[in-house]
């Protein structure tokens, strides 16, 4: 497949443990972050959002919280699997639903 | 089955020679993006179109163009392209008013 990522941080984790990955935003005018998984060879895929009145969201096995004192947000996943392997990148609305701009990524490594 | 799809997945070509990749989406919806990805860059969005015959530029609109004269398609046009838009290219779609965006599975264009 396609690869796309050439020396972004990596985190390892052994399956089963909890993974945290975290995301330093740029603008503290932004009102939406989210979070996409991109495996090798594929296009992203959306995970999970948060607007930023909250300050933590749970979807199914994923909570994504929210710091805007320090601009900082961040994806744990409970209980990763060998499937949560990929890049996950977070990226932050700049304005309306269609201006929305990436982080550069970092990628998941699950040890089995 | 709901899905983005692009054509073609790879192309290489020779700078100056006009080229058209396609974007076409079965999910009625009404929001397209075209990005472009590159190792250490993340996605930056190239353009985007909010409904049939509404466009405008994203970050990185330099050398290229769209057009979205139906809903479904969204096709990204490169004039006369340089080495430099050698890159995976990804087009997504998503429903008014939501970030969850559908990403096609890429096209990696290599300009010589």
């Known amino acids: 497949g396609e690869s796309v990522g050439l020396h972004l941080p990596t985190l390892s984790v052994q399956e089963g443990d909890n993974s945290i990955i975290n995301c330093a935003y740029s603008?503290?005018?932004?009102?939406?972050f989210i979070w996409y998984k991109q495996e090798s060879g594929k296009g992203p895929q959306f995970i999970i959002d948060?607007?930023?009145?909250?300050d933590k969201r749970q979807g199914q096995r994923v909570t994504v919280l929210l710091n805007k004192t320090v601009k900082h947000l961040s994806l744990q996943i409970a209980a990763t699997q060998p499937g949560d392997s990929a890049v996950y990148f977070c990226a932050e609305n700049m304005g309306g639903y269609q201006k929305v701009t990436f982080g550069t990524g970092t990628k998941l490594q699950v040890i089995p | 089955e709901a899905q983005v799809t692009q054509n073609p997945r790879y192309l290489i070509t020779v700078t100056g020679k006009k080229l058209t990749v396609t974007c076409s989406q079965n999910m009625n919806h009404e929001y397209m993006s075209w990005y472009r990805q590159d190792p250490g860059l993340g996605l930056r969005q190239i353009y985007y179109?909010?409904?049939?015959?509404?466009?405008d530029k994203g970050d990185v609109p330099e050398g290229y163009k769209v057009s979205r004269k139906e809903k479904r398609n969204f096709p990204l046009i490169l004039e006369s392209p340089s080495p430099n838009q050698t890159s995976l290219y990804f087009c997504a779609s998503s429903y008014r008013d939501t970030y969850e965006q559908y990403f096609g599975p890429g096209t990696r264009l290599t300009v010589t």
């Open positions: 948060i607007r930023s009145n909250m």
């Open positions: 603008n503290s005018a932004s009102d939406y």
């Open positions: 179109s909010m409904n049939v015959e509404v466009t």
